[in-house]
């Protein structure tokens, strides 16, 4: 089975190392052009990037393959490769008609939920902003809608209530793969089956994140405030502001403290005890001091004296 792999982070590089390992013919890679780095002086590789070079399979990098020459010259090199299946792992753009009816078996998707749950960009980080128990990784044939295709073979994950976006993501990781290379053999034996979503339960979406929102609001009852911290960690990570300086949280825990002092004060100069919109109270557990490395919150008292009342925020 010949493919053309389309993915551009860690978790797509994942599933590239997965499909090389178990013996799939990679006959390309596209994925998002390179970044420029530290005001123009390094530009940086994709993960997926550096896994096809590594492995010396060509990598193609169009700025589009919707629109423009880059998008004419992509599709005249997909027509040349002429693969069985293009897979397709948070590549970071929208395939055209063009390309999806391209291959014989078509394109074949791994997306991070259970479809139709979620749909969109940052389906890890929404289910656990969410506070949902369960979600998973499956796999889709992709058509021209967003995330509406065929669902071919689904992987279910519980998530406990301190599991990070993070930690969830390398679990996506390990077993997305492997389910990928489980639908790419179902698809050559001819034995894998389709289900529509055109029936299942009113879908959700998964909006990207923005900049703007990881600026976490304490007005929020405490599971809410304690749910969008590890939802966002490690990356973006959400954040707060402390005497001015943007303050990076990592870890949080909703504590057993409760306070009448208006939400993003700190509860007690002892301990990094934050009250929020329904007077509980969510302890901070790993930050980041603007200018300062990251710490445990302890270690990070010792160096930066609270006071009873403070308030965070701009």
């Known amino acids: 089975m010949k493919v053309v792999f389309m993915g551009t982070p860690e978790i797509a590089a994942r599933s590239f190392l997965y499909l090389k390992k178990t013996g799939f013919d990679i006959a390309a890679v596209f994925t998002q052009p390179d970044k420029v780095k530290n005001r123009g002086q390094k530009i940086e590789f994709s993960p997926v990037k550096k896994l096809a070079v590594e492995y010396d399979v060509p990598v193609y990098q169009p700025g589009s393959l919707k629109r423009g020459d880059d998008a004419e010259r992509s599709l005249q090199i997909l027509k040349e490769i002429d693969p069985d299946v293009i897979v397709v792992v948070a590549y970071g753009q929208i395939l055209p008609k063009s390309v999806l009816e391209l291959p014989k078996y078509g394109c074949i998707n791994l997306h991070a939920s259970l479809l139709p749950k ?158 929020c919109g329904d007077g509980r109270c969510v302890e901070l557990r790993e930050v980041q001091l603007e200018g300062s490395k990251r710490m445990k919150s302890e270690d990070f008292l010792r160096g930066k004296k609270l006071e009873k009342g403070q308030t965070l925020g701009r």
């Open 118 to 275: 979620y749909r969109g960009a940052a389906p890890i980080q929404r289910c656990i902003q969410n506070g949902e128990t369960v979600s998973g990784v499956c796999t889709m044939k992709m058509d021209e809608g967003l995330d509406t295709g065929d669902v071919i073979m689904t992987f279910e994950q519980p998530i406990s209530p301190d599991m990070t976006g993070t930690e969830l993501t390398e679990i996506f990781a390990v077993r997305g793969a492997e389910l990928l290379v489980q639908t790419l053999v179902k698809l050559d034996t001819k034995t894998a089956h389709f289900s529509s979503q055109e029936y299942c339960e009113t879908p959700s979406y998964a909006d990207k994140i923005t900049k703007e929102e990881l600026c976490v609001d304490f007005t929020k009852p405490a599971k809410q405030v304690h749910d969008f911290i590890r939802a966002m960690a490690d990356v973006p990570c959400a954040y707060t502001f402390l005497d001015g300086k943007r303050l990076k949280i990592y870890r949080s825990a909703p504590v057993g403290i409760t306070s009448e002092l208006e939400a993003g004060t700190v509860a007690d100069e002892k301990s990094f005890a934050v009250v």
